[in-house]
C-alpha cells in the first residue's frame, strides 16, 4: 500500500513568511510523529499525536511552531515568521499502536525547508 | 534527558571490509534500541532493532546486540557492498504513555568504493 507522504518535497520563503508543511500517514496509523533534522545535526522530536489529539508537544521549538490533526488521518505543522534557523528537513512518521505493543514507525520523504 | 551517540563520519570503505559503527546511549529505564538506514534519494527506513538486553536484531547481512552493561548497540557487517553506501542512524524509543518518539543519533555517512 501507500506510504506515509508529505508536500511540498521542497520549499524556499522569505524571512518572516509562514508555511504549512503537509503529511499523510499511512492509512489506519493511530500515530503520528513530526521531526526536524539541521544540517548536520539528528533529526529532533517536535510533536506526537494520537488520534486528533496531541498528548506531547514538548518538542516545538518556540510558540511559531504549531500543528494539527484532522480525521485521524493528514497533519499539517505550521510555521509562523519564518527565521533562517527553521531551515531544515522536517520528516512525518506514522504507526499502528495498539495496547503496549510498540510498532515500526515509518517514515515519509520530508520537506525541505529553505528560509532566505 | 535521553541521548545517544553514534561515531561521526565519514566512514569510506572498499567492498568486501568489515563494517562497524559505534553506537552508545544514555537513557533511564529500558529503552528499544534502532538502526535506521537513509539511502541516497529516499526516505528513514528501519533497518534493525532490539527491546530488551542482550537482544541481537539483525537484517541484510548488519546485527546490532543490545549490550546493558555498556549502553551499547554498535552496528556491524562482515563484508559490505556499494549498495550499502547510506546514512546511518542510531536511535533510541522509550514509552512515555503512549508516546514512542524515537531520540536519534547524529548520523554515520557510509560510503563504500568498489
Known amino acids: 500500500g501507500a506510504g506515509v507522504s508529505q508536500s511540498p518535497s521542497n520549499k524556499v520563503t522569505e524571512k518572516g513568511k509562514d508555511v504549512e508543511l503537509r503529511c499523510d500517514p499511512i492509512?489506519?496509523?493511530?500515530?503520528l510523529y513530526w521531526y526536524r533534522q539541521r544540517l548536520g545535526q539528528g533529526l529532533e522530536f517536535l510533536i506526537y499525536?494520537?488520534?486528533?489529539?496531541?498528548?506531547?508537544k514538548s518538542g516545538l521549538p518556540s510558540d511559531r511552531f504549531s500543528a494539527e490533526r484532522t480525521g485521524e488521518s493528514v497533519s499539517t505543522l505550521t510555521i509562523q515568521r519564518t527565521q533562517q534557523e527553521d531551515s531544515a528537513v522536517y520528516l512525518c512518521?506514522?504507526?499502528?499502536?495498539?495496547?503496549?505493543?510498540?510498532?515500526?514507525?515509518?517514515f515519509g520523504p520530508g520537506t525541505r525547508l529553505t528560509v532566505t | 534527558g535521553d541521548s545517544v551517540t553514534q561515531m561521526e563520519g565519514p566512514v569510506t570503505l572498499s567492498e568486501e571490509a568489515f563494517l562497524t559503527i559505534n553506537c552508545t546511549y544514555t537513557?533511564?529505564?529500558?529503552?528499544?534500541l534502532f538502526w535506521y538506514v537513509q539511502y541516497p534519494g529516499e526516505g528513514l527506513q528501519l533497518l534493525l532493532k532490539a527491546t530488551k538486553a542482550d537482544d541481537k536484531g539483525s537484517n541484510k547481512g548488519f546485527e546490532a546486540t543490545y549490550r546493558k552493561e555498556t549502553t551499547s548497540f554498535h552496528l556491524e557487517k562482515g563484508s559490505v557492498q556499494v549498495s550499502d553506501s547510506a546514512v546511518y542512524f542510531c536511535?533510541?524509543?522509550?514509552?512515555?504513555?503512549?508516546?514512542?518518539?524515537?531520540?536519534f543519533g547524529k548520523g554515520t555517512l557510509l560510503t563504500v568504493n568498489p
Open positions: 499525536f494520537q488520534g486528533n489529539s496531541a498528548p506531547d
Open positions: 536511535a533510541l524509543s522509550k514509552r512515555g504513555g503512549s508516546n514512542y518518539k524515537l531520540t
Open positions: 492509512s489506519g496509523h493511530t500515530a
Open positions: 537513557a533511564t529505564g529500558y529503552p528499544s
Open positions: 512518521a506514522s504507526s499502528a499502536l495498539q495496547g503496549a505493543q510498540l510498532y515500526e514507525q515509518y
